[in-house]
C-alpha cells in the first residue's frame, strides 16, 4: 500500500526566515494535496500538483512535485506568525481515496 | 459559496452511548468524505459518499455507520461509544468528477466520550 513520509515532524523557525516541508511517496503520486491546520480545526486547501516537475505557488508558499513524481516540497518564504500550524500533505491512492502524511508542526517565533 | 459546515462543533458523551455528527458540503458537491483524526494515528479516513451511495470505506469497525441524503448532506453514527473514539471528525465535500478532485473540509466536530 502507498505511504506518505514528511519531513521535518516538527520545525520551529525565527520569523522572517525561510523553510522547507517535505512529502516523500513510496509509489508514483497521481494527485498530491497541500492543506494547512490551524489547531483543532479544518483542513485549508493550499495546493494541488500533478504533473511531474510542476510548481504552484500562492503567496509566499510554493509547492513543487518532482520530476518522478515521487516527492513533493511546500516552501515558505519569509516566514510570518500566521504561517504557524500544521502541514499535511495528502495524495489520491489507487482507490482515489486520500492518503495522508503525518504531518509537520510548524511553530513561528517572533 | 458557503463552506462545509458540521454540526455540532463540540460534544461529550460517555461510553456506551451513541452520536450523529452532520455535515453539509459545498452547493453542488455530490462527495462527502468522514475522517477521523487523532493524535496518534493522524488522519484516518472513514467512509465516502456520492449520490447517496457508499463508494468507498476505511478500515473502521461496524459501530461507525454514514448515510448521505438526496440533498448531498451526510450523517454520521457511532453506536456503543469507546474512550478511544475521542477525536476531531472532519468531514471533506468535492465535485468528484474525475479521479482526482480537490477536497474541501468543514471546522470539525471534536467528540470527547469519557
Known amino acids: 500500500s502507498q505511504e506518505l513520509e514528511q519531513s521535518p515532524q516538527s520545525l520551529i523557525v525565527q520569523e522572517g526566515k525561510n523553510l522547507t516541508i517535505n512529502c516523500t511517496s513510496s509509489?508514483?503520486?497521481?494527485?498530491l494535496y497541500w492543506y494547512k491546520q490551524k489547531y483543532g480545526e479544518g483542513l485549508i486547501f493550499l495546493m494541488m500538483?500533478?504533473?511531474g516537475g510542476e510548481e504552484k505557488s500562492h503567496e509566499k508558499i510554493t509547492a513543487k512535485l518532482d520530476e518522478k513524481k515521487q516527492q513533493s516540497s511546500l516552501h515558505i518564504t519569509a516566514s510570518q506568525p500566521s504561517h504557524a500550524g500544521i502541514y499535511l500533505c495528502?495524495?489520491?491512492?489507487?482507490?482515489?481515496?486520500?492518503?495522508w502524511g503525518a504531518g509537520t508542526k510548524l511553530i513561528i517565533k517572533p | 459559496k458557503a463552506g462545509v459546515t458540521q454540526t455540532p462543533r463540540y460534544l461529550i458523551k460517555t461510553r456506551g452511548q451513541q452520536v450523529t455528527l452532520s455535515c453539509s458540503p459545498i452547493?453542488?458537491?455530490?462527495?462527502v468524505s468522514w475522517y477521523q483524526q487523532t493524535p496518534g494515528q493522524g488522519l484516518q479516513f472513514l467512509f465516502e459518499?456520492?449520490?447517496?451511495?457508499?463508494?468507498n470505506k476505511g478500515n473502521f469497525p461496524g459501530r461507525f455507520s454514514g448515510r448521505q441524503f438526496s440533498n448531498s448532506r451526510s450523517e454520521m453514527n457511532v453506536s456503543t461509544l469507546e474512550l478511544g473514539d475521542s477525536a476531531l471528525y472532519l468531514c471533506?465535500?468535492?465535485?468528484?468528477?474525475?479521479?482526482?478532485?480537490?477536497?474541501?473540509f468543514g471546522p470539525g466536530t471534536r467528540l470527547t466520550v469519557l
Open positions: 495528502g495524495a489520491d491512492d489507487s482507490n482515489y481515496q486520500l492518503i
Open positions: 509509489k508514483t503520486l497521481y494527485g
Open positions: 500538483l500533478q504533473k
Open positions: 471533506a465535500s468535492s465535485l468528484r468528477t474525475s479521479g482526482t478532485d480537490t477536497q474541501y
Open positions: 452547493s453542488g458537491h455530490r462527495s
Open positions: 459518499y456520492f449520490s447517496e451511495t457508499q463508494r
